[in-house]
């Protein structure tokens, strides 16, 4: 987790039924399906929706237009964080009560949402969010809580005996690395990367790949050892160490580029996940590591939700 910030109520706000304006109230009751009396609570990911008093006053100034509260449809209005930059998984605590951010934004019902059919504008779909209840408890107007930012633990291994041992300079886990910060560079997630090389060792690599797991971290990346040399061994202590493995992108990539080179077929690198963590297994070249990444981060951010049971489209 990133440092928290100090976050108020400013409204609490249930329908009884869904298309209508939510209408503020004093204090709410928080079970495990959201808001008790509130028509949008139930079994799924969004059970409560969040936006930031800033983006209603934000609003508000843009378009000369009062705004009630519950009239975006949200059921808390807070101030002190700006909601624009939040991303899924950030959570937020109120005394006993815990949410957790599982959907940025949602389409605009035009046609139905009186605001925007008096001003031509919606903020819901870009600075409103969603959250599941993770504990329940009661929140009451003026409550003060902490955001907690949710950061992407990532891990970066170079597997060398020659690397380790001064003989050159590692190229591809720093590849590694710059291309996950370019792909998350536009997007709301933050990354926390961590690089080191090891030697061709299977004993170093499953000490490392437990460690990983045991801090917490959602991805694990190595990079060498996925030939058929006799120090070659990432690809069976990942495929040991994954509960799931997943075999269609190192396939994908495998037959992509086997096409023109056929080396490329020879790969051995692996993909799977234990418990909330992903854990790839790359070749050890710059060139592979890029026609790897390629792929791999297309599916990334969705496998993170997955994991963490959020079937989100």
Same mark, same amino acid.
């Given at each position: 987790?990133?440092?928290?910030? /100090?976050? @108020?109520?400013?409204? *609490?706000?249930?329908?009884?039924?869904?298309?209508? $304006?939510?209408?503020?109230? =004093?204090?709410?009751?928080?079970?495990?399906?959201?808001?008790?009396?509130?028509?949008? !609570?139930?079994?799924?990911?969004?059970? $409560?929706?969040?936006?930031?008093?800033?983006? $209603?006053?934000?609003?508000?100034?843009?378009?000369? @237009?009062?705004?009630?509260?519950?009239?975006?449809?949200?059921?808390?209005?807070?101030?002190?964080? +700006?909601? @624009?930059?939040?991303?899924?998984?950030?959570?937020?605590?109120?005394?006993?009560?815990?949410?957790?951010?599982?959907?940025?934004?949602?389409?605009?019902?035009?046609? +139905?949402?009186? *605001?925007?059919?008096?001003?031509?504008?919606?903020?819901?779909?870009?600075?409103?969010?969603?959250?599941?209840?993770?504990?329940?408890?009661?929140?009451?107007?003026?409550?003060?809580?902490?955001?907690?930012?949710?950061?992407?633990?990532?891990?970066? *291994?170079?597997?060398?005996?020659?690397?380790?041992?001064?003989?050159?300079?590692?190229?591809?886990?720093?590849? *590694? @690395?710059?291309?996950?910060?370019?792909?998350?560079?536009?997007?709301?997630?933050?990354?926390?990367?961590?690089?080191?090389?090891?030697?061709? +060792? !299977?004993?170093?690599?499953?000490?490392?790949?437990?460690?990983?797991?045991?801090?917490?971290? +959602?991805?694990?990346?190595?990079?060498?050892?996925?030939?058929?040399?006799?120090?070659?061994?990432?690809?069976?202590?990942?495929?040991?160490?994954?509960?799931?493995?997943?075999?269609? $992108?190192?396939?994908?990539?495998?037959?992509?580029?086997?096409?023109?080179?056929?080396?490329?077929?020879?790969?051995?690198?692996? !993909?799977?996940?234990?418990?909330?963590?992903?854990?790839?297994?790359?070749?050890?070249?710059?060139?592979?590591? /890029? =026609?790897?990444?390629?792929?791999?981060?297309?599916?990334?951010?969705?496998?993170?939700?997955?994991?963490?049971?959020?079937?989100?489209?």
């Amino acid at each position: 987790m990133s440092d928290p910030s /100090e976050v @108020r109520i400013v409204s *609490i706000n249930l329908s009884q039924e869904k298309g209508t $304006i939510k209408m503020p109230c =004093e204090q709410a009751e928080v079970d495990e399906r959201g808001l008790v009396g509130d028509a949008h !609570a139930g079994d799924w990911h969004r059970q $409560i929706s969040m936006l930031a008093q800033e983006s $209603i006053e934000r609003f508000e100034a843009k378009t000369g @237009r009062g705004v009630g509260p519950g009239e975006f449809g949200e059921n808390l209005a807070i101030q002190g964080v +700006d909601l @624009r930059a939040a991303s899924i998984l950030d959570r937020f605590v109120f005394g006993s009560v815990e949410l957790e951010v599982t959907q940025i934004g949602k389409r605009c019902h035009g046609d +139905d949402c009186e *605001i925007f059919q008096s001003t031509g504008k919606c903020i819901m779909p870009t600075e409103g969010i969603f959250c599941r209840v993770l504990s329940g408890g009661q929140l009451n107007c003026e409550d003060m809580g902490q955001y907690l930012p949710r950061t992407l633990d990532i891990r970066v *291994i170079t597997l060398s005996d020659r690397a380790s041992a001064g003989v050159y300079t590692d190229r591809s886990g720093p590849r *590694i @690395r710059q291309l996950l910060e370019e792909h998350f560079a536009s997007r709301r997630w933050r990354l926390a990367i961590t690089d080191s090389i090891l030697p061709d +060792d !299977a004993a170093q690599l499953r000490a490392a790949l437990a460690g990983a797991l045991t801090a917490g971290a +959602d991805a694990v990346f190595t990079t060498g050892g996925t030939g058929v040399g006799p120090r070659d061994s990432a690809p069976e202590v990942v495929s040991d160490f994954c509960e799931k493995l997943v075999p269609g $992108i190192m396939d994908f990539v495998r037959l992509k580029y086997g096409r023109n080179n056929p080396n490329a077929l020879l790969s051995r690198s692996v !993909a799977g996940t234990s418990a909330t963590m992903q854990a790839y297994a790359l070749p050890g070249s710059v060139k592979a590591v /890029e =026609e790897y990444m390629g792929e791999i981060l297309k599916t990334f951010t969705h496998v993170v939700c997955m994991l963490h049971g959020l079937d989100v489209h």
